[in-house]
């Protein structure tokens, strides 16, 4: 009996090392805890707006997407690109364009960014998800069939994700180079995309720029009216309309004196303040996402304080994110945070954090907590 015991004991001392090397290879056991699984305290921004991959489909592990985060970023929205950028030989030769401003050839919708999303952020710890909160783009916001695709990307990753965007509806250099139809602010496809956010809690993030590149100084943006009778049509889908409708090219409204009433023309910020005073819009925010955008609010002081005050006025109605495309090191990655500089040196303490932390903590959440509520309604 003595040596039975005494043999089972034997046994134990050298099986058990073994099965410990074997669960650490096969990934049950992880021989190092991993860094960064919940938010750091202290943390400068949550990102409302990144893109984990790029124009064509590739960017950073998600675990190294999280490393770069580090401790200086509490939360991420996580989503791809939903265009790629297609590759013709006869148009560019040897030549692999990885941005749409590369190469002539058209742009496609790739649905495959929601399934690749989906299983990036399930790879992940319970702990390291709490980080993150996925989005879904793969759509055609023209196709009547878009908002059939978002349920389905919903049935199959049920738990996953909490929005749906960045996705683009006019957009500077970009909706002349997707094929097929143009998207536009009247399709009834969109209507169909902003009812079922409303009703699913899907948070929604939208790039529709407030007017047509180079344009007419003094003119009302083309793409205004339109914009706010699309968002006025669709109340119960919180949403945020991107880089304040601001582009590469298109430049914040300028003042302007009609020849025929001598009325002055409100200016960028202005426009933004009606919007915000608006009983009917109050369930639209703004993001000052881009170092595209930073530049026009960075670039005059007087401008800045202008912003700031409007920030400081309406704090709970802006959030901060990156725009930032598959990036690659912290150099890239926190530059436009260090490029708003001169903004945050003007926000008022509550402002600044509601900005860059609390509102994103506050529509993430809420969006978390109706979707999930969704999905259990309506079950597999």
């Not at 921004?45 to 200086?72: C, K, S, W």
């Not at 749409?100 to 399934?115: G, M, R, V």
């Not at 996402?289 to 409007?310: F, G």
């Not at 860059?356 to 506050?362: A, C, I």
């Amino acid at each position: 009996m003595k040596i039975t015991t005494r043999l089972r004991q034997t046994a134990l001392r050298l099986v058990l090392p073994c099965l410990a090397l074997v669960l650490v290879a096969c990934g049950s056991v992880s021989a190092k805890p991993p860094r960064w699984t919940t938010a750091p305290e202290g943390y400068d921004f949550n990102d409302a707006h990144v893109h984990l991959t790029n124009y064509v489909q590739e960017g950073p592990d998600i675990r190294g997407f999280l490393e770069l985060m580090g401790n200086r970023v509490g939360r991420s929205a996580l989503f791809g690109i939903p265009l790629q950028q297609s590759w013709s030989y006869q148009n560019s030769g040897a030549y692999a364009p990885s941005y749409y401003l590369q190469s002539d050839a058209p742009l496609y919708y790739y649905s495959f960014t929601d399934a690749y999303i989906a299983m990036a952020y399930r790879s992940l710890s319970p702990a390291q998800q709490a980080r993150f909160d996925p989005m879904i783009t793969g759509f055609n916001p023209a196709d009547m069939y878009a908002a059939d695709h978002i349920r389905r990307v919903l049935r199959a990753f049920p738990g996953v994700f909490v929005g749906i965007g960045e996705f683009s509806i006019h957009k500077e250099f970009v909706s002349s180079k997707v094929s097929g139809e143009v998207a536009s602010l009247t399709n009834p496809a969109l209507d169909r995309i902003l009812d079922l956010a409303g009703e699913a809690g899907l948070l929604v993030l939208i790039h529709n720029d407030i007017d047509m590149p180079f344009a007419k100084q003094g003119a009302e943006p083309v793409y205004l009216t339109q914009m706010k009778d699309l968002l006025k049509r669709h109340r119960n889908a919180t949403t945020i309309w991107a880089h304040m409708g601001l582009g590469r090219v298109i430049r914040p409204v300028q003042r302007g004196i009609s020849d025929a009433t001598t009325e002055r023309s409100p200016d960028h910020v202005e426009l933004v303040e009606a919007m915000l005073e608006d009983p009917a819009l109050g369930h639209v925010h703004f993001d000052i996402s881009w170092d595209e955008v930073a530049k026009y609010i960075v670039a005059d002081p007087d401008e800045t304080r202008r912003v700031a005050e409007l920030i400081n006025h309406y704090p709970d109605r802006f959030l901060f994110g990156t725009d930032e495309v598959a990036p690659r090191d912290p150099k890239q990655y926190f530059k436009i945070y260090e490029q708003y500089r001169p903004l945050w040196e003007q926000l008022t303490p509550e402002a600044s954090a509601m900005l860059r932390k609390e509102n994103y903590v506050r529509l993430f959440d809420q969006a978390r907590r109706k979707v999930r509520a969704f999905e259990t309604a309506h079950p597999r």
